[in-house]
T-cell receptor
Framework: NAGVMQNPRHLVRRRGQEARLRCSPM?????VYWYRQLPEEGLKFMVY????????ESGMPKERFSAEFPKEGPSILRIQQVVRGDSAAYFC?????????????FGPGTRLTVT | QQPVQSPQAVILREGEDAVINCSSS?????VHWYRQKHGEAPVFLMI?????EQKGHEKISASFNEKKQQSSLYLTASQLSYSGTYFC??????????FGAGTTVTVRA
């Protein structure tokens, strides 16, 4: 009964490099959400995807950030030309349905450090 | 707009009780509660829905006052395992949750 899986767990990138974060939702879940968490802060919504569709990316910076959830394979959050301010923990969550009355299950997160 | 949680932190001895509050300035459809231990993923605790329905699987109770747009999480007879940061996530009738800044709970033996 695998939960939400994310990899890598830790990622170090130099300024200007690209970061790719992967998320495999729980079995039977077709709704994926990405959140960013800064130290000592809450979770900030970034993007909501279903298979092959971006439903809401209102929380994602317009530049350098992109997300996808292909028909086959994990969801990917891609950050191009990373800057120090991108350092954070990035959590992926999945749910069975995309409404507020269903729980979201979180993965262990990817901790991105930009040097 | 993110909900406001209070208190920011609380220290308890095993067996003591505590209440964590979550307030929103907007009308709510649902309130989700999660607990996160340091360096780990947030773990789902409970959902409270407008109309009184609750979904949860922990021995932790909560209430949802729709008129006041508030929710409270009750930690009763606290155990060491209750330590962590508790987040409330508030939502309208969709997927988008706004999370509070968290309440750090420390339970000591």
């Amino acid at each position: 009964n695998a939960g939400v899986m994310q990899n890598p767990r830790h990622l170090v990138r130099r300024r200007g490099q690209e970061a790719r974060l992967r998320c495999s939702p729980m079995k039977g879940h077709s709704h994926v959400y990405w959140y960013r968490q800064l130290p000592e802060e809450g979770l900030k919504f970034m993007v909501y995807l279903q298979k092959e569709n971006i439903i809401d990316e209102s929380g994602m910076p317009k530049e350098r950030f992109s997300a996808e959830f292909p028909k086959e394979g994990p969801s990917i959050l891609r950050i191009q030309q990373v800057v120090r301010g991108d350092s954070a923990a990035y959590f992926c969550a999945s749910s069975r349905h995309g409404t507020g009355d269903y729980e979201q299950y979180f993965g262990p997160g990817t901790r991105l450090t930009v040097t | 707009q993110q909900p406001v949680q209070s208190p920011q932190a609380v220290i308890l001895r095993e067996g003591e009780d505590a209440v964590i509050n979550c307030s929103s300035s907007k009308a709510l459809y649902s309130v989700h509660w999660y607990r996160q231990k340091h360096g780990e993923a947030p773990v789902f605790l409970m959902i409270l829905l407008k109309g009184g329905e609750q979904k949860g699987h922990e021995k932790i109770s909560a209430s949802f006052n729709e008129k006041k747009q508030q929710s409270s999480l009750y930690l009763t007879a606290s155990q060491l395992s209750y330590s962590g940061t508790y987040f409330c996530g508030t939502g309208k009738n969709d997927y988008k949750l706004s999370f509070g800044a968290g309440t750090t709970v420390t339970v000591r033996a």
